[in-house]
């Protein structure tokens, strides 16, 4: 993201969820929701990112995307975000992969590109 504001680019970030978080490292600590925001807000603001959006904050959701109806996930990228992708028109989007959380495998299987653009091999 550095590099892409440092080329002169945009850069925007969709965050799906923000919400409490229960570490599991011995210490019982909970860290809330409105605090991981806030850490966020600052992160975003020191990367100078062109604007960013959180899509779900609430407790229901949190750590249950894969709950969440595939069509649902891809709505809120496609349509109902601030940052939506019939807004913005993205050239490229950067999504997580490989990863043991079950978000955010809930979140990579939405990774296929829009049917009117091309996807190198």
Do not use: F, W
């Not at 992708?85 to 079950?102: C, E, F, G, N």
Request: proline fraction near 6%; glycine fraction near 6%.
């Amino acid at each position: 993201m550095a590099r892409i504001k440092d080329l002169g680019g945009e850069v925007y970030v969709m965050v799906y969820s923000v919400g409490d978080l229960q570490h599991y490292d011995g210490k019982d600590e909970v860290v809330t929701g409105t605090k991981r925001a806030h850490e966020l807000e600052e992160v975003m603001n020191y990367l100078k990112v062109d604007d960013y959006d959180i899509l779900y904050d609430d407790g229901k959701t949190h750590l249950r995307l894969d709950a969440i109806p595939r069509r649902g996930l891809i709505a809120k990228i496609e349509q109902d975000s601030k940052l939506a992708y019939d807004r913005l028109k993205p050239t490229m989007v950067a999504i997580p992969v490989s990863s043991y959380s079950q978000d955010h495998e809930a979140v990579s299987v939405q990774r296929s590109p829009p049917p009117d653009r091309e996807c190198p091999a």
